[in-house]
């Protein structure tokens, strides 16, 4: 809607605002490579932004970007550029593509001149935009070498910039830094192109006739771009976005590539190589990474779905491979179905499915169970003709079942068993096969739940409480979510909570004190989320596709902490 589009803008353009600040500051001057300068040239409607910066200040705006807490992905870098995202409440609120030359690969610019030729927005004082020629270069470039698709708005951005300037463009400097770089015929192509959508979309075209002419004649010594352009001709309509063939879009590249005169022969040579085996793995989805298991422990209510479910998301959108999952001992695995079949089995012959409720953190496990009658339901400790007694909770019920002492001990071993095993299928190895696995629950819960449970003389039940602990695997990031017993019952009032609650927080409290897992306090819900780009850095820590030389933060073991 246009209210949720105004908001993302002013999002975008503030968070934008703090970073052209930090940098300007620090002496690092910015370019918004993809605007135009037409109304709003702030470009929020990208993917993430463009932004150009000189060589020699690339790491100080990188240091910059990660001191304001943006998240370096470094498994989707490219050479000499970085992309970064910023999180807030699990949410990202800005993306920045920071440049140091516009080029794919290989370049296809004068960045000196662009440099020299920059000028500011006129609707907007944060933005500084490429010179209307450079506009025009940079966006067939884009269109043609790096999507193999134009789409309205860089057809747009074109319009924009030809009315700018009301017919004064340089055109000698656009066919100069195109032949520089080897593609005067992409340049030939896509102008040609763009001629024939502007007569076909608009009154008025703005191309120069003279220009349009001269592009012609370039085609005509190019018989495969000549024939490509009569195809898209021979179209019954105008389709935007426009397909321009990735087989032919290489093809120019390649050309591109062998033709460069700022390149030395054996130079292109090895272009030509590296970016073949570069888009070999792209295509592939070839992406490794270094896995990894990140734990989420609390008690209910304490958000631990909300706040992994998040994450999740935040992972999936930087392009990791993350996978979510959720346990809870003896509602899950082997555990559960023993608890099923025992309750078959126990249960008198009365009509009814068995019914369950699972759902965030306000999950009943599997010794929770009732029995859905079509009668209606009296509960056992109600007095007859007196008013029912307060339901039972969860805890209570489990304490009752596991009287007998074989009882207690075969469910706890069970559950341990269960546990151990299941987080090794479903996390550790696949960790191990470098997928990043973010677990809400983990076996720190199943052992609180198992010590609640069982009474304190029972020592060979208690027993598979230490095994547990010792044998499950070891998650590379663990925390355990705090909260307050009263915020938890504010949080569902409808749930039925034990008595023990205040217990059972001391329990995590110790369990985190014992084996280093990091507390956090829930009094604010989801703000330690604006933190989590120093762990999430950790994931590219061991890039083994890395096209930059790491910055010396990462020689460090990673970025700061924010504020730090």
Not at 41 to 58: A, K, Q, W, Y
Not at 418 to 432: E, F, M, S, Y
Request: charge should be positive; charged fraction near 25%.
């Amino acid at each position: 809607s246009l209210a949720a589009e105004r908001e993302w803008y002013a999002t975008q353009r503030r968070e934008y605002g703090l970073v052209r600040d930090a940098w300007l500051s620090a002496g690092v001057a910015c370019l918004m490579i993809k605007s135009a300068g037409s109304y709003p040239s702030f470009p929020h409607t990208s993917d993430n932004i463009d932004v150009l910066v000189r060589p020699e200040h690339g790491p100080a705006a990188r240091d910059v970007l990660r001191r304001l807490g943006y998240v370096e992905l470094r498994n989707v870098e490219e050479p000499q550029k970085h992309l970064f995202r910023a999180f807030h409440g699990g949410r990202c609120v800005s993306a920045i593509h920071v440049h140091e030359r516009v080029a794919w690969f290989v370049g296809f610019f004068d960045d000196d001149a662009l440099w020299a030729r920059r000028r500011r927005a006129s609707d907007d004082p944060l933005v500084d935009v490429p010179a209307p020629e450079d506009t025009i270069l940079i966006n067939l470039a884009h269109a043609c070498y790096e999507n193999k698709l134009l789409r309205l708005s860089e057809v747009a951005r074109l319009r924009h910039a030809l009315r700018d300037c009301a017919g004064a463009l340089d055109w000698a400097y656009m066919e100069r830094v195109a032949a520089s770089r080897g593609w005067l015929d992409g340049l030939a192509f896509m102008l040609r192109l763009y001629a024939d959508l502007e007569a076909a979309l608009f009154d008025a075209p703005l191309l120069p006739a003279a220009v349009v002419e001269r592009c012609a004649d370039a085609l005509r010594r190019v018989d495969f771009a000549a024939r490509r352009l009569a195809a898209l001709r021979a179209a019954p309509a105008v389709d935007l976005p426009l397909d321009l063939s990735y087989s032919f879009c290489k093809r120019l590249y390649y050309r591109k590539i062998l033709a460069d005169p700022a390149r030395a022969r054996r130079e292109r040579w090895c272009d030509v190589g590296l970016t073949l085996l570069w888009g070999l793995k792209l295509k592939s989805g070839l992406r490794p990474q270094p896995g990894m298991v990140v734990a989420l422990s609390g008690p209910d209510g304490s958000g631990k779905t909300a706040h992994a479910e998040a994450l999740v998301a935040a992972l999936r959108l930087c392009e990791i491979k993350a996978d979510y999952v959720w346990t809870r001992g003896g509602s899950t695995g082997l555990a559960a179905l023993a608890g099923r079949v025992w309750r078959r089995l126990a249960a008198p012959p009365r009509p009814g499915p068995l019914g369950t409720r699972r759902g965030g953190d306000a999950e009943i496990s599997s010794d929770c169970r009732v029995a859905v009658s079509p009668r209606p339901c009296v509960p056992a400790s109600a007095a007859p003709g007196g008013d029912a007694a307060p339901p039972a909770d969860h805890l209570a019920r489990r304490r009752r079942r596991l009287g007998h002492p074989l009882v207690r001990f075969l469910w706890a071993w069970l559950v341990a068993a269960d546990q151990v095993g299941t987080h090794t299928l479903r996390a550790g190895l696949p960790a191990l096969l470098g997928r990043v696995v973010v677990a809400d629950r983990y076996a720190y819960d199943a052992a609180v739940e198992m010590d609640a449970s069982l009474p304190p003389e029972a020592r060979w039940s208690r027993l598979a409480i230490a095994a547990l602990l010792r044998l499950m695997p070891r998650p590379h990031l663990a925390y355990v979510l705090d909260v307050a017993p009263e915020a938890a019952r504010a949080r569902k009032p409808d749930e039925v909570w034990h008595a023990d609650l205040e217990a059972e927080r001391h329990a995590y409290r110790a369990l985190a004190e014992r084996f280093g897992l990091r507390v956090l306090s829930t009094a604010v819900v989801m703000a330690y989320m604006a933190d989590f780009e120093t762990w999430l850095n950790a994931l590219f820590l061991g890039n083994p596709g890395q096209k930059n030389v790491p910055d010396p933060a990462w020689a460090r073991g990673g970025a700061p902490w924010r504020g730090a």
